[in-house]
């Protein structure tokens, strides 16, 4: 908003779903006892190359998009994978955990998001003509 600009800019936004694009993640839960209190759950994460060299690839190219990431799995594996992804230096705007409701349902307010790269067919229909197919682990 600058010069008399009264019209509000957003960046074009890219969603990338952190489960099956960018890694395969394993739930590891203890099992429930009667005394005991359970324990948090564990993941495993395996990391796949091709896609974070993709996500380098996008930043370089087009630095003016959003390239956010996001989970539906919980808040502290996206902790988890934003540590990482910093540690590697890998491009990222936003991580962040959402419901999968939620998530569907704020999509239609979000005119500025260009494509949601999922590998989950029950979870592509939901994302309507932003949904974009991803071969698990393959470039996006």
């Given amino acids: 908003m600058q010069n008399g600009d009264l019209a509000t800019h957003f960046r ?3 969603i990338v779903i952190l489960e099956g694009v960018l890694c395969q993640v394993t739930v590891n839960e203890e099992p429930k006892r009667r005394f005991r209190r359970q324990q948090p759950a564990t993941y495993h994460i395996n990391w796949h190359e091709l896609p974070l060299k993709r996500m380098v ?6 630095p003016d998009y959003e390239l956010n990431v996001v989970t539906f799995i919980s808040p ?5 994978a934003a540590e990482f992804l910093d540690l590697i230096d890998a491009p990222y705007d936003s ?3 959402q419901g999968m409701g939620s998530f569907t349902g704020s999509l239609r307010y979000r005119p500025h998001v260009r494509a949601v790269y999922d ?3 029950q979870r592509l229909d939901n ?3 932003l949904g974009r197919a991803v071969v698990r682990g393959e470039d996006f």
């Fill in 76 to 80: 502290r594996l996206a902790d988890e």
């Fill in 12 to 14: 074009e936004e890219l």
């Fill in 57 to 62: 690839t996008i930043k370089e190219r087009w």
């Fill in 119 to 121: 590998c989950d067919p």
């Fill in 95 to 97: 991580i962040s955990y």
């Fill in 127 to 129: 994302y309507g003509q």
